[in-house]
């Protein structure tokens, strides 16, 4: 029986450590020696990869990581609190409009991501019409900023705001809510003082869902941003190919992956029953 | 008189069914008013109607001599006490209870809430359980947390749907007493809703009988219980045993070894098949002569009879129910 258990496990065991702890600590060697002359790592072992990081430069950066992923988390709850609740009160066509939540996961996230560029560029299709209508004379800069990377984010990201919600509010009893109407609270105060407190928890979870990919999210900021909006991601991914300098591109996801565990645990301690 | 509630001709059809079917009620005010029936005979729907959660396809509901049919359910000034309770499981004992005064009286100081709500639950003996959350009190204190949060608004009516079902049987029978006890002390008109004739028959003062969307009686319990005026009631409010043609209940059945010789007994022979012991009586079951089926309560204590002795019943014809409604 304990050797059997044993089997089953082992498939389990190796992926972890095999796939994610060997690499992780090849990753936190790299960050730790010097860069090579042609690309790759040596020797002396230094700080200096860490301390990089701290340049203005860099901090700006990760400045801009931070914000633009807090604005698209912020639009995803927007977005999908009411969303979500449409979903869960829906009766019998739930189902059919949750698969539709899910729909866009069945077309590969690049493909969704160039099909916004050509919506959104000068010669695109709202651009166009914009013009057609005679609404503007010029394109308007749709493409290759702030905006349109957080547009992008907060498209790709709103299933895993819309889910967690979902699952709370679905759960949520209908007779709390006849029992706010009844003691004289009106539907939007209903919502406020019922069903936004009950639904907390799948807030923090959707938030957390949506927040921590939006950090490290570079296709979308290299696409939609065209090199111009530069997060984290970009930042690592530039290391590793053009700059070719892998210690510094394993310190700065060292510090991403840093970040993440920081702030899952200060969710975690305000939200014990979550995580 | 003075009518607080009424329903005139109310109606309620679902796509598949009419779960109340054309009902009228007048309802006295400070009356303890219960609505019987089995489930699925439309008694929650009516509730629901005259809560406003639902909307009645025909008919009216007057409020106090006002329609409140276009009323959403925060604007009526009734109060509702629901089957799980549906406290606010966020909220404390102590914001539960004044999450209605909050909404329903803007004008109110802090210190004039806390006033009311301290009242509510001195009354309902929910003094230092304030700070606790409706997950941390048993049922008991769950259920009177539930009627002080509706009572502490004075409600014109309080609708309370199966109030009792959830607790435990030993705890439904005290919080029945205390039911009764709560509602002659505040003195407001309470419309009970349940499918247990015991708690209708104990609690009210009229009592309405539901069936299949419609009333079929209204009248005080001892009404209901000894003139039920259709096959249903009778049925449904204790067992009745239909011999000759006419219903007899089974406390009104005799039964000797020998036939009884008084002329204004009508007599019936049969077998016995056995008996069911139930603490307070007896319940002999017997075979009549036609293969009809008969219960008869007897004290245990005075005779006893065993499987297959031949027995007569009797009883006096005033012990005939008046069942007279062609419903069946």
Redesign the interface.
């Given at each position: 029986m304990q050797r059997l258990r044993a089997w089953f496990l082992a498939p389990g065991y190796l992926v972890t450590v095999g796939l994610f702890a060997v690499p992780m600590l090849i990753v936190c060697a790299y960050s730790l020696l010097s860069r090579g002359p042609y690309g790759g790592v040596t020797t002396p072992w230094t700080l200096e990869n860490y301390l990089r990081v701290f340049d203005p430069l860099y901090l700006t950066i990760l400045w801009r990581s931070v914000w633009i992923s807090a604005v698209s988390t912020a639009f995803c709850l927007l977005l999908g609190f009411p969303l979500a609740l449409f979903v869960a009160r829906a009766g019998k066509r739930r189902t059919l409009f949750l698969n539709l939540v899910m729909l866009p996961f069945w077309t590969s996230f690049l493909i969704r991501t160039y099909a916004w560029m050509f919506l959104l560029r000068d010669t695109g299709l709202i651009n166009t019409v914009l013009q057609a209508l005679h609404l503007t004379g010029a394109p308007l800069p749709l493409l290759f900023n702030n905006g349109a990377v957080i547009l992008g984010l907060v498209y790709g990201y709103l299933p895993f705001m819309v889910l967690p919600l979902y699952a709370t509010l679905e759960k949520l009893?209908p007779?709390?809510l006849?029992?706010?109407?009844?003691?004289?609270?009106?539907p939007w105060?209903t919502l406020w003082?019922?069903i936004v407190?009950?639904s907390k928890t799948g807030m923090m979870a959707g938030c957390l869902l949506v927040f921590i990919p939006c950090l490290g999210a570079y296709l979308t900021p290299d696409l939609l941003g065209g090199g111009k909006t530069v997060m984290i991601g970009n930042l690592v991914q530039n290391q590793f190919t053009t700059a070719r300098d892998w210690p510094f591109g394993s310190a700065v996801s060292l510090l991403l992956l840093i970040l993440v565990l920081g702030l899952l645990r200060l969710v975690a301690r305000k939200e014990e029953n979550l995580l | 008189m003075n009518t607080v509630l009424e329903l005139r001709s109310l109606t309620k059809q679902y796509p598949d069914q009419r779960a109340v079917d054309g009902i009228s009620l007048a309802i006295e005010r400070g009356e303890f008013f219960s609505l019987l029936g089995p489930s699925g005979c439309g008694k929650t729907t009516t509730l629901r109607l005259v809560a406003g959660f639902e909307e009645p396809t025909e008919g009216d509901i007057l409020l106090n001599g006002h329609s409140v049919v276009a009323l959403p359910p925060f604007r009526r000034n009734v109060g509702t006490v629901f089957q799980n309770y549906a406290l606010f499981p966020h909220l404390t004992v102590f914001e539960n209870v004044a999450f209605g005064l909050r909404r329903r009286r803007p004008n109110e100081t802090v210190d004039q809430i806390r006033q009311k709500v301290d009242r509510a639950l001195a009354l309902m003996q929910l003094r230092g359980k304030e700070k606790r959350r409706p997950s941390e009190i048993s049922g008991g204190e769950k259920q009177r947390v539930a009627l002080a949060r509706s009572l502490v608004l004075e409600p014109q009516v309080l609708l309370l749907d199966e109030p009792l079902s959830a607790l435990d049987p030993k705890l439904r029978k005290q919080m029945r007493i205390e039911l009764k006890e709560l509602q002659r002390r505040v003195g407001i008109t309470f419309l009970f809703i349940t499918h247990d004739e015991e708690e209708a028959l104990s609690l009210s003062d009229r009592m309405a009988v539901m069936n299949k969307g419609v009333i079929e009686q209204v009248g005080t319990p001892r009404e209901v219980y000894s003139t039920p005026t259709t096959r249903f009631v009778a049925e449904f409010l204790g067992g009745v045993n239909w011999l000759n043609g006419v219903g007899i209940r089974p406390e009104a059945v005799r039964m000797s070894r020998t036939k009884p010789r008084d002329d204004d007994r009508r007599s019936i022979e049969g077998v016995v098949n056995g008996s069911t012991f139930l603490g307070h009586c007896v319940h002999v079951h017997a075979t009549l002569a036609s293969g009809i089926p008969c219960v008869v309560e007897i004290d245990d204590r005075m005779t006893s009879f065993s499987p297959g002795e031949a027995i007569h019943v009797w009883w006096h014809p005033a012990d005939e129910l008046p069942i007279t409604g062609t419903r069946q």
């Open positions: 009893d007779a709390l006849d029992a706010a109407q009844d003691l004289g609270a009106s105060v003082t019922v407190p009950l | -």
